[in-house]
């Protein structure tokens, strides 16, 4: 498997591919991740392999840290030639980064996944003609979501089978309610707030709307981030219903998701998936997202969750309060929600990456490397 | 050296380069275009296989029973000009029976329930994965210079049937 993004920088991508790969383990298969890594003296996993130092870049409303170039091209190479895989898993191939070096580099069975959804892009014109042959390489294309899948449509007039993000599941379940989050209305967000895309600044104008009907509210804010300025700008008189909690471990963030009341996702575009999501409906906790696309399709049109309108903080609020006020109306939405969650557990989503797998290697090649199947070298 | 004649030397290098590189890439489209549908045909025969063994395992009535098997038959031994058709009419008559097995009208054994089911989905992800590579093939063979130069050599273009485009019409 191939991860384009620095391995030790939080993000969705780096989280499906660790889990896939932990789960693929798990079931007895052999597998290697090469990724680009940040700190050079973390110890890593032992499945992983490092390819370098990534370069942060600006893409999509955040920060991405991939890794291309000469020496990045001859690792892929080098690490295609000695893994001698049946199979090579490329994740967003189709942005200039390790993956692509890969898919450029390898020949025979090829899957990838694509895991962003942007509007078609005057960029892509450019280079579309120079990536098109690379893409088509893939033997067969996975795309996270419907929206995905139609971005991948736009860009390159190629079809993919759709496979969601997988979560696991159980361990939101079962995770212990904690102190710290519990209290008699709380609502929580988890992200890098910094970027405006997630949305914090929506959710922190509805404040003095909710906490006018409910006065004991309590904002939860997790995730990385410098949130000063965000405090300064709140009304002395509500800073104390807003916590900023930093960044959580991972069995914090479990337990944050189950021991809230409301999960709330403001987030205002960029989304492809919103895997958070899913992990807070496998808690058991009802959500509040806006009405992006890639939102409303998990949460069913509103059947597994509330949805509000899209950067309207007004809106958001009027939800949040009925919600807090329904106790019944809470529970059945947060019911409903882990119920439709199940889909995204990763029992079913291996499966299903399984039998593409399947197909991809019916045809009894190996990966090897293009360049060693040129003529000339051919033996 | 004049610089007009560099200039044609550069580009005869270039068309050259192009010509070579598509050449290549040709010759992977229809091995991909090849496996997959190996993969597809073998999946197919399978299905086909698994009807004849619904119809001897369940207590479908005598017409429905006598329908699938020659469906089934019909699939596995047509002619290349007669198989689309034979895939779609199996298709749907094994949509009747799963149909059949969800309102309980029928009796049938859970395994070959789950295997059928299972069956239909991987036919539907082969028939996606061959469909993307026949696409993809006919899209390059299309091009001018590859057209003009004959790359494809004798390689027959790969066609989509009916029944491939039924299947993922009624997924959806």
């Given at each position: 498997m ?7 920088t ?14 693929l ?49 001859s690792?892929a ?45 005057k ?59 519990t209290?008699?209305?709380t ?20 404040l ?26 709140i009304?002395?008189?509500l800073?104390g ?5 930093g ?5 914090e ?16 575009g ?10 807070a ?8 997202a ?53 889909k995204?557990d ?34 | ?26 010759d992977?489209?229809h ?8 993969t ?31 469906s089934?038959?019909?699939a ?14 199996l ?18 054994p859970?395994e ?13 992800l082969?028939?996606n994965?061959?469909l993307e ?34 299947v ?5």
């Open positions: 191939v991860c384009p993004y620095g391995w030790d939080p993000g969705g991508v780096q989280t499906h591919i660790r889990d896939l790969a932990e789960h383990i798990s079931e007895g298969h052999y597998v290697s991740v090469l990724t680009p890594v940040s700190d050079d003296s973390l110890e890593l996993e032992d499945y992983v392999v490092n390819a370098g130092k990534p370069i942060p870049i600006p893409v999509n409303g955040s920060v991405a840290r991939v890794l291309f170039g000469p020496i990045a091209s690792r190479k080098q690490w295609i030639a000695s893994g001698d895989f049946d199979l090579l898993h490329l994740h967003e191939p189709a942005i200039p980064s390790l993956s692509l070096l890969a898919c450029s580099a390898a020949e025979g069975p090829l899957v990838g996944t694509f895991h962003v959804s942007t509007p078609k892009k960029a892509i014109y450019a280079i579309g003609p120079i990536l098109e042959p690379i893409v088509e390489k893939l033997t067969a294309r996975i795309a996270v979501s419907e929206l995905a899948r139609s971005t991948l449509k736009d860009h390159f007039e190629t079809d993919a089978v759709v496979i969601p993000n997988g979560i696991d599941g159980q361990k939101y379940a079962n995770a212990i309610i904690s102190k710290d989050y209290g008699e209305n609502i929580g967000f988890i992200g890098r707030f910094e970027e405006p895309r997630k949305g914090l600044q929506v959710l922190l104008d509805s003095p709307i909710v906490a006018r009907f409910i006065p004991d509210v309590l904002y939860l804010i997790a995730g990385p981030g410098e949130s000063k300025d965000y405090l300064k700008q009304n002395p008189e800073r219903r807003v916590k900023f909690l960044l959580l471990s991972d069995k963030k479990e337990s944050f998701l189950k021991s809230i009341q409301i999960y709330v996702a403001p987030n205002t960029g989304e492809s998936f919103g895997i958070i999501l899913t992990e409906l496998s808690a058991g906790t009802a959500v509040v806006s009405d992006i696309p890639a939102f409303k399709a998990v949460l069913e049109n509103g059947e597994a969750g509330a949805l509000f309108q899209n950067e309207d903080s007004t809106d958001l609020a009027k939800v949040l309060v009925e919600l807090l006020r329904d106790k019944d109306r809470r529970e059945k939405l947060a019911s409903n929600g882990k119920l439709s969650a199940q995204y990763w029992q079913v989503v291996a499966e299903q990456i399984e039998s593409v797998y399947e197909m991809a290697i019916a045809g009894g090649q190996r990966v090897t490397l293009s360049s060693e199947n040129r003529f000339w070298s051919r033996r | 050296m004049s610089i007009e004649s560099l200039f044609v030397v550069l580009i005869i290098i270039l068309i050259a380069w192009y010509l070579t590189f598509s050449a290549s890439r040709l992977r489209l091995h991909r275009v090849e496996t997959s549908w190996a597809l045909d073998s999946l197919l025969h399978q299905r086909a296989a698994l009807a004849h063994e619904i119809v001897a395992e369940s207590n479908l009535d005598p017409a429905t029973a006598y329908l699938i098997s020659t089934a038959s019909a596995r031994f047509a002619k290349l000009d007669e198989r689309s058709a034979a895939e779609s009419v298709s749907e008559s094994l949509k009747l029976v799963q149909s059949a097995a969800r309102d309980e009208v029928l009796q049938l859970t070959l329930l789950v295997e059928l089911s299972d069956l239909t989905a991987k036919v539907r082969a028939i994965i061959h590579a026949v696409n993809a093939t006919r899209n390059v063979r299309k091009k001018p210079l590859i057209r003009i130069f004959r790359l494809a050599g004798k390689a027959p273009l790969p066609v989509r049937y009916a029944f491939e485009d039924d993922l019409e009624a997924a959806n």
